[in-house]
């Protein structure tokens, strides 16, 4: 499943789109493989973070989220709430005042990873 979600060639997504019955443009969004290599080292290979308000399970298995998997969200793109560590082991932060620039360094690195735009 990681090779998948990184290294799917054009043909394979779309070979995937089609054994799914979707589009291409949702394969992709599934996957890692428009990440440039260089966002790549933030992509963890199992989950580190969840959202407990989002949190969702099917057939007693959670349901992994892509945002889980991504190092540099600290919040939810679903509710927008903080994003907690799968270990429990959350502790106030000494850097808690700056929650407000940890978004923008959270944008800051979305933007550079998803979109290439570099900051
Ligand atoms: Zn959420």
């Known amino acids: ?3 998948a979600d990184l290294e799917l060639t054009e ?3 779309d070979r995937v789109a089609s054994m799914f019955s979707v589009d291409p443009v949702t394969v992709r969004r ?14 963890a ?9 989002c949190l969702r399970i099917v057939d ?3 349901i992994i989220l892509r945002s889980q998997l991504l190092g540099w969200r600290i919040t939810c793109p ?3 709430g903080r994003l907690q560590t799968i270990s429990g082991r ?7 005042g700056y929650h407000h620039a940890a978004l923008i360094g959270e944008g800051m690195l979305k933007d550079e990873a998803e979109r290439g735009i570099q900051n």
Do not use: A, Y
């Open 1 to 3: 499943m990681r090779k």
């Open 11 to 13: 043909d394979q997504i």
């Open 30 to 43: 599934m996957t890692f493989t428009h990440i440039p290599q260089s966002s790549r080292r933030l992509i």
């Open 45 to 53: 290979g199992e989950p580190r973070q969840l959202c407990s308000s």
């Open 60 to 62: 007693r298995s959670r």
């Open 78 to 80: 679903l509710c927008g």
């Open 90 to 96: 959350d502790r106030s932060s000494p850097f808690g």
